[in-house]
């Protein structure tokens, strides 16, 4: 039988991503997580974390993950016929794409009641690897952009997020006085999410451009259009989040027959209990409201042509 109690452990570990950490979260010291993983690992006979360079399960720690989460979510279940065994508080790890989430999640969630506590624990994943988060067992549900689920998962299309190539009137006039030339974009500096972020070099590979070129690097979506509407570069913006500066004339698109859409797919567990595909129903009904209609081909298309 499994120990419950050093699989928390290992959870907290990976979930904290450290043992000092991890050790902080479950209240206990250091010395006494290190012993439940070691512990852990003699009773399977094999590791279940890789230590260096960074905490990362194994192959193992990523199976018991996976279960410790379903187990999780169907404790919860449990509680609402037997309140007497523990706390009716819960807590739901989703993985999503900092653009869903200064967008539309928000918004889309309030109105999600189960009549019962519930909590967030939210982090913030590019839509090309979140999935990743899913397989390690990390989370309960992901949003990214492939329809292809993990092994005891099940996937949803949501709709899709439509990205715009915008800059500042300025900026346009001063990098791209003769249009969107190969020139101009090999040397008009860009604003990149992250060294995940793939939408812009997509963009630009549309446009013929294989070659390093010019960007920032702003980990933020909320600094990402900072700087673009500051004019220190152009970049590929959701239309939900720069509507209002084009209409305002504070920005300006690139090109006017031209945008991305994202398809976003919703994965969870299967044995997820009731309280997950509670959400899983209320945002297949209410994402619509903020994302794009998919065509058939975008169904199966992670990354549709511009």
Avoid at 159 to 188: C, D, N, S, W
Avoid at 197 to 223: N, T, V
């Amino acid at each position: 039988m499994l120990d419950y109690k050093l699989l928390e452990a290992l959870g907290a570990v990976v979930d904290q991503a450290g043992f000092e950490r991890g050790a902080q979260a479950l209240g206990l010291t250091q010395s006494a997580v290190s012993q439940r993983i070691k512990l852990l690992e003699s009773r399977l006979g094999q590791p279940v974390l890789v230590r260096a360079p960074r905490i990362s399960p194994t192959e193992l720690g990523r199976k018991l993950l996976n279960h410790v989460q379903q187990v999780r979510l169907l404790e919860h279940d449990l509680l609402d016929h037997v309140p007497a065994l523990g706390e009716r508080e819960h807590r739901l790890r989703i993985a999503l794409n900092a653009d869903s989430l200064d967008t539309w999640w928000c918004e889309a969630i309030a109105n999600f009641n189960t009549g019962q506590p519930l909590l967030f624990d939210l982090v913030v994943e590019d839509q090309d690897t979140a999935l990743g988060r899913m397989r390690d067992g990390e989370v309960a549900a992901c949003l990214c952009a492939t329809p292809r689920s993990v092994q005891g998962a099940r996937a949803r299309p949501l709709g899709g997020m439509r990205y715009l190539p915008v800059a500042t009137p300025a900026f346009i006039e001063q990098h791209f006085p003769e249009g969107l030339t190969p020139q101009a974009l090999t040397e008009a500096p860009g604003v990149v999410f992250g060294t995940d972020d793939r939408l812009h070099q997509r963009y630009i590979a549309h446009h013929g451009i294989a070659a390093p070129f010019p960007h920032h690097l702003c980990p933020s979506s909320e600094g990402f259009f900072r700087m673009i509407r500051a004019g220190l570069g152009y970049g590929l913006v959701p239309e939900l989040q720069c509507r209002e500066a084009l209409n305002g004339g504070e920005l300006s698109l690139l090109e006017h027959d031209s945008n991305i859409v994202v398809p976003l797919y919703w994965h969870y567990w299967r044995q997820g209990g009731q309280i997950l595909e509670a959400l899983n129903e209320h945002l297949t009904r209410v994402a619509r409201h903020w994302l794009t209609d998919l065509s058939e081909s975008e169904r199966h298309e992670p990354v549709p042509p511009i």
